[in-house]
């Protein structure tokens, strides 16, 4: 009889591991908008993303854009006198845009976390690698938005929030994957990512194909833009300076 009991004990904690009813439900996601147009003028914009983590844990939105290899000129003092370059440094496989939005709530130093910037350093040294994070950060590549998450409810154990991220006015046409981390004392319990596609259009989407498709003649248009907008200025200048 204990052993029938047992044996009935047995299978029902394995139905109950195998239902659906009583698991988890897996983190969801949504971005608004999922693609996004950058023509003359494009000034950056924002995207919205909404979703469900599990309760206990909290929602932390990456956009990370595709890994590259990144090469920079090393200064330094030549014997103590001239500040000059003094070689090349590279970095590889990091991502080219790297955008990180939380909740606010955590202590959490996110641009030194195992979760963001530190995530793809590799074995690159340490002071390097500070550095190319400060570079990506002044042109607005790489940012921690703090505060963004907000949470909207919580219903059959899920917690449904919705944030707004920033997108940088630099941003260049590609594929983007964005990420919703569901996250729990420092680790990533479960996650979900969709894609992001950005595209240029008008005169941007012009000068792309020309560059792209007629190097010769993006040279010559870039020299005659450049030599005219220089005229336009002087022109500009000496009509002000005739006024005084």
């Given at each position: 009889?204990?052993?029938?009991?047992?044996?009935?004990?047995?299978?029902?904690?394995?139905?109950?591991?195998?239902?659906?009813?009583?698991?988890?439900?897996?983190?969801?996601?949504?971005?608004?908008?999922?693609?996004?147009?950058?023509?003359?003028?494009?000034?950056?914009?924002?995207?919205t993303?909404?979703?469900?983590?599990p309760?206990?844990?909290?929602?932390?939105?990456?956009?990370?854009?595709?890994?590259?290899?990144?090469?920079?000129?090393?200064?330094?003092r030549?014997?103590?006198?001239?500040?000059?370059?003094?070689?090349?440094?590279?970095?590889?496989?990091?991502?080219?845009?790297?955008l990180?939005?939380?909740?606010?709530?955590?202590?959490?130093?996110?641009?030194?976390?195992?979760?963001a910037?530190?995530?793809?350093?590799?074995?690159?040294?340490?002071?390097?690698?500070?550095?190319?994070?400060?570079?990506?950060?002044?042109?607005?590549?790489?940012?921690?938005?703090?505060?963004?998450?907000?949470?909207?409810?919580?219903?059959?154990?899920m917690?449904?929030?919705?944030?707004?991220?920033?997108?940088?006015?630099?941003?260049?046409?590609?594929?983007?994957?964005?990420?919703?981390?569901?996250?729990?004392?420092?680790?990533?319990?479960?996650?979900?990512?969709?894609?992001?596609?950005?595209?240029?259009?008008?005169?941007?989407?012009f000068?792309?194909?020309?560059?792209?498709?007629?190097?010769?003649?993006?040279?010559?248009?870039?020299?005659?833009?450049?030599?005219?907008?220089?005229?336009?200025?002087?022109?500009?200048?000496?009509?002000?300076?005739?006024?005084?």
């Amino acid at each position: 009889m204990n052993k029938f009991a047992y044996a009935c004990a047995a299978l029902l904690a394995a139905l109950s591991l195998s239902c659906p009813a009583f698991a988890a439900a897996p983190v969801s996601m949504t971005i608004r908008p999922n693609l996004v147009t950058i023509g003359t003028g494009f000034n950056g914009t924002r995207v919205t993303v909404t979703g469900a983590v599990p309760q206990g844990t909290s929602a932390v939105i990456r956009l990370l854009g595709e890994p590259r290899d990144k090469a920079f000129k090393k200064k330094g003092r030549a014997l103590g006198l001239l500040w000059m370059n003094l070689g090349e440094v590279e970095i590889k496989g990091v991502p080219d845009v790297f955008l990180v939005g939380t909740d606010g709530a955590s202590e959490i130093n996110w641009e030194h976390s195992d979760l963001a910037f530190q995530s793809v350093k590799g074995d690159t040294e340490d002071w390097i690698y500070d550095e190319f994070i400060k570079l990506m950060e002044e042109d607005g590549f790489y940012e921690v938005e703090n505060g963004i998450v907000q949470y909207t409810g919580e219903e059959e154990g899920m917690r449904s929030f919705r944030a707004e991220l920033s997108i940088p006015s630099a941003m260049h046409q590609g594929v983007y994957r964005v990420e919703v981390l569901a996250v729990k004392d420092g680790r990533v319990a479960d996650m979900a990512s969709e894609e992001l596609h950005t595209k240029l259009t008008g005169l941007p989407a012009f000068l792309s194909r020309l560059a792209f498709d007629h190097s010769l003649l993006y040279g010559v248009a870039a020299v005659v833009i450049a030599i005219l907008a220089g005229l336009f200025m002087s022109l500009v200048f000496k009509e002000r300076g005739g006024a005084h």
